[in-house]
């Protein structure tokens, strides 16, 4: 009785602390309180705040969120999308279908969506809130002061809350530049991540990118791409990702983006009418998970963190939330918060998960560096109606990407699944 009165009274006590409220650490905490954790989150943003990115949900990713309870309902502008079109670098344009129950009465949940950054992790934000996860906004995460076999002890910045928070274990999801990771010595010097990209709000688009997901394979941008992903009321968030020491670097991109929106497939794709919104915005992404350091101490990265985003694509949301599951898993799995243990189990399951994957992404990253193999696997992708329909969910993660070298998760439904949702 006493104990479960001091654990509510002294605030800056908690089972696990988790740095960062991005889609890792709302995955994490929702987790952990599953089974009974007295989980703290903290952010240095007051949300809703909004973070650069496409916006583009996989299947995958809808999948861990319809499995964290989450109800995409709660998003305003949220956008389911079945019709996809890839441009070769030929000029060649493919149309590909996801299973749409609209028109197919066989098929039924989502396989891709659109979720504007700022609305999705605010309304996770608040899903967490509403399973009993503490989370306190505008508190940012300073530095671990000291960590011995029990409890790990960090400082915090801000205006409202505690200064020092006491935790049995640390959760760092906390983005590509980790100040946990920096603060534990877990850093690599002059990383700066595998993908630069760069995106901007786009409205009254008039053309068929109002409705339509278009990825643009321009040769000069691979193994990078151009992508518009629709949202509701005639909006779209266009953007281009550039692997770093591929064609352009970083600093060439602000210049570039001024030259490729007015490519005449990317005017005609928007609509002569299409204005910019607000301002631009570019971020790294990390995608090495298979060399980057799982865990120090008494803390586990997640997320971009951890350097988790699919090495290919860029993509990093899917992969965020399942790292945030993971990193949960393995602290219930030692009662007693061994960290030998917990840093094990870690390990095993991120290994498990991504590994194959992530190799598997790295091989097709080199295919699509060549104009002519992206050209050759474009053109086969569109051979067929049945290469048509299974290469876009492949493509849109409704197997993992490796799956078929993995006979572990082979299944009999396998690319027949119903989507999230349903
Ligand atoms: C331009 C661009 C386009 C992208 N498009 C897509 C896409 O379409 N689909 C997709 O799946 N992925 C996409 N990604 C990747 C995706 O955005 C990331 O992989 C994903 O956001 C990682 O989530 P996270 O929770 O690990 O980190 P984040 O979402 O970055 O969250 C980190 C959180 O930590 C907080 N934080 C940081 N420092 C501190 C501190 N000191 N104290 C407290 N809190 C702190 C931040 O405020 C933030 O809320 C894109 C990335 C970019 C740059």
Request: charged share 25%; glycine share 8%; hydrophobic share 40%.
């Amino acid at each position: 009785m006493v104990d479960a009165i001091s654990r509510t009274t002294v605030e800056n006590e908690c089972d696990v602390l988790v740095v960062g409220a991005g889609p890792a650490g709302i995955a994490a905490a929702l987790t952990l309180v599953a089974s009974g954790k007295d989980v703290l989150v903290i952010d240095k943003a007051t949300f809703p705040r909004d973070k650069c990115c496409g916006d583009g949900l996989t299947t995958g990713a809808l999948r861990m969120l319809e499995m964290l309870g989450f109800d995409p309902n709660t998003i305003d502008n949220y956008k389911i999308c079945t019709d996809v079109v890839l441009r070769s670098p030929s000029g060649r344009e493919i149309e590909l279908q996801l299973p749409n129950s609209e028109k197919d009465a066989a098929t039924t949940g989502q396989f891709a969506a659109i979720a504007p950054r700022i609305e999705l992790d605010n309304a996770l934000v608040r899903h967490a809130r509403s399973r009993g996860v503490r989370v306190v906004e505008n508190c940012a995460f300073v530095g671990v002061v000291r960590q011995n076999k029990s409890q790990i002890t960090v400082n915090t910045e801000s205006t409202s809350v505690f200064k020092e928070i006491n935790a049995k274990y640390l959760v760092a999801a906390d983005g590509m530049w980790s100040p946990v990771r920096k603060s534990l010595g877990a850093s690599t010097a002059s990383y700066l991540g595998e993908w630069h990209a760069f995106r901007q709000y786009v409205g009254n688009v008039t053309g068929p990118a109002a409705e339509k997901l278009f990825v643009w394979f321009d040769k000069d941008l691979l193994p990078g791409y151009a992508w518009s992903f629709p949202l509701p009321n005639s909006r779209a968030n266009v953007g281009f990702g550039i692997l770093r020491g591929a064609n352009y670097s970083v600093q060439d991109m602000k210049s570039l983006w001024v030259e490729l929106l007015a490519r005449p497939h990317i005017v005609d794709a928007l609509g002569k009418d299409a204005s910019l919104e607000g301002r631009h915005t570019a971020w790294p992404i990390p995608a090495r998970v298979t060399s980057a350091k799982l865990s120090a101490g008494r803390a586990l990265f997640i997320g971009d963190a951890v350097c988790a985003a699919d090495t290919m694509t860029g993509e990093g949301i899917g992969q965020a939330l399942l790292t945030g599951v993971l990193a949960g898993e393995a602290i219930i799995s030692s009662p007693n918060y061994d960290q030998t243990k917990i840093s094990a189990s870690y390990e095993k399951k991120i290994k498990h998960e991504f590994f194959a994957d992530h190799r598997m992404s790295f091989t097709l990253g080199k295919i699509l560096a060549s104009s002519r193999s992206t050209r050759a696997a474009l053109r086969l992708a569109g051979a067929t109606d049945w290469t048509r329909r299974n290469f876009v969910r492949w493509m849109f993660e409704d197997e993992p990407r490796a799956a078929i070298f993995t006979p572990r998760r082979w299944h009999r439904k396998f690319l027949k699944r119903d989507g999230a949702f349903n």
